[in-house]
């Protein structure tokens, strides 16, 4: 090919790159200056909240957005790092220098929002191609038709040899193919993001009676709302606390995140967000149903004091106990606790030559509820099935988690029987002051 078509394709892919950079930090400049406002909910800091959970930045995110004069400074630096990379690139003025500037803003925006992008991978594949192009014009160059070879200004060119091209153009298919991996996977796609599924998690607060909200996975475009929270108290009850009713003690990172606010009788809390709400007393566990969204259960029972959810990233539908006591006598304290509360017990049975037993616990009651909508239902409910098993010098108590039943039906019935049963289960536990939740 020609050396001045080639010159022709690197201006036409360095001008675009270069308007890119330039018109981000023009729009912050001119278009919309309030999104360099740091005491606004529009300043660019709103996209660090949404950007922290998925990224592998989160601590240093967070850590900046309890700062906001940092914050600030560090927008206006990037907008003005974009201004002057997007002209350099544009006009071909200090292009290798310029395209060290692109490829580092590339690869910071693939290292804050690469995870993000719901719908498509927009964010990497800018991130990607981008942080691609500042490879190809620093290993190539400025071309023909550009200042630097008008003034002579190509500063950096005696620094680019065949090894160092060859490490350039190494280094940039390695990070595009281990980021894409890091964040979504190859053989098996697992995307953060979604437009309805919210992950949240129950963080330590200085009070023990107040716990951090955190939203730590779900969609960027809007939000989760809460219409209840369901606690659950040490003597069984369960009191329901509506939205307008949560104490809302404090809502982090405010104005960005634009959470810890009822709208319309519910409560928002957008993706990255950290809400710190009072827990009421003898309160044992926690339980949210976000609109559209799964129930998640948090106990708050944790010698730790954070909440965690009762079921585990690795068995999302099981739930765990542990205890110093043999099996033996594990066995004996669940059963006579059984008795006291009402429910029917079968087994125990022992299997795996002695190592597991088995004992099935029934309570009547929710039977009546569970075969007046449908008979097959009876597999799971009103019979919970516990494992007991010896594991690194504890004995174990798992079993399948009840509220599994509202993920394989909508029937509210079912649901309501799932909660009761579930409830009376935690009771029981609870009066086996040696059996301690874990989380697997």
């Known amino acids: 090919m020609n050396r001045s078509y080639q010159d022709l394709a690197i201006r036409a892919i360095a001008f675009s790159m270069g308007f890119v950079f330039f018109m981000g930090g023009w729009r912050r400049f001119i278009n919309s200056p309030i999104k360099h406002d740091i005491e606004h909910a529009a300043h660019l800091a709103n996209k660090l909240v949404s950007a922290a959970p998925g990224s592998p930045l989160e601590p240093l995110i967070h850590w900046l957005l309890y700062r906001p004069n940092l914050v ?24 290798r220098l310029a395209a060290i500037g692109s490829a580092v803003l590339n690869m910071t925006m693939m290292l804050i929002f690469g995870w993000m992008g719901y719908e498509c991978l927009d964010e990497w594949t800018m991130s990607a191609l981008g942080f691609a192009i500042s490879i190809t014009l620093l290993i190539y160059g400025t071309g023909s038709y550009s200042l630097d070879r008008l003034f002579n200004l190509d500063i950096g060119a005696r620094f680019i040899n065949k090894p160092v091209a060859i490490a350039l153009i190494a280094a940039s298919m390695v990070l595009t193919v281990g980021f894409y991996s890091f964040y979504f996977g190859i053989a098996d796609l697992h995307k953060r993001t979604s437009t309805n599924h919210y992950h949240y998690e129950l963080l330590d607060s200085d009070d023990d009676n107040v716990k951090t909200l955190y939203v730590s996975g779900g969609g960027s475009s809007k939000a989760s709302y809460i219409p209840y929270i369901d606690f659950m108290l040490k003597d069984g009850s369960r009191t329901r606390v509506q939205a307008r009713n949560i104490d809302v003690v404090k809502s982090h990172f405010m104005p960005w995140s634009q959470s810890g606010a009822v ?62 006591q043999s099996i033996d006598a594990l066995l004996v304290d669940l ?29 009547p009651e929710v039977g009546k509820a569970i075969l007046q909508q449908s008979r097959h239902y ?18 174990k108590l798992t079993l399948l988690d009840p509220a599994y039943m509202q993920h394989i039906t909508s029937s509210a019935a079912i649901g309501a029987a799932a909660d009761k049963s579930r409830e009376a289960l935690f009771k029981l536990l609870s009066d086996l002051p040696r059996l301690h939740r874990t989380a697997h």
Request: net charge neutral.
């Open 263 to 324: 709208v319309d009788n519910v409560l928002k809390l957008r993706l990255g967000s950290k809400t710190d709400i009072r827990i009421p007393e003898n309160a044992i566990a926690m339980q949210l149903k976000a609109i559209d969204n799964k129930r998640v259960t948090f106990d708050l029972r944790d010698q730790n004091k954070s909440g965690h959810a009762f079921t585990s990233a690795e068995n999302p539908a099981f739930l765990f106990w542990q205890t110093e």
């Open 335 to 363: 059963l006579q606790a059984a008795s006291q509360h009402g429910w029917k017990v079968h087994g125990p049975e022992k299997v795996a030559n002695g190592s597991i037993t088995l004992v099935k616990l029934c309570l």
């Open 378 to 395: 009876s597999a799971m409910l009103p019979c919970i099935s516990l494992s007991l098993y010896k594991e690194q010098d504890s004995s």
């Open 72 to 95: 600030e400074w560090a927008v206006y630096m990037m907008s003005t790092a974009e201004i002057i990379v997007g002209l350099g690139l544009m006009l071909g003025l200090l292009t």
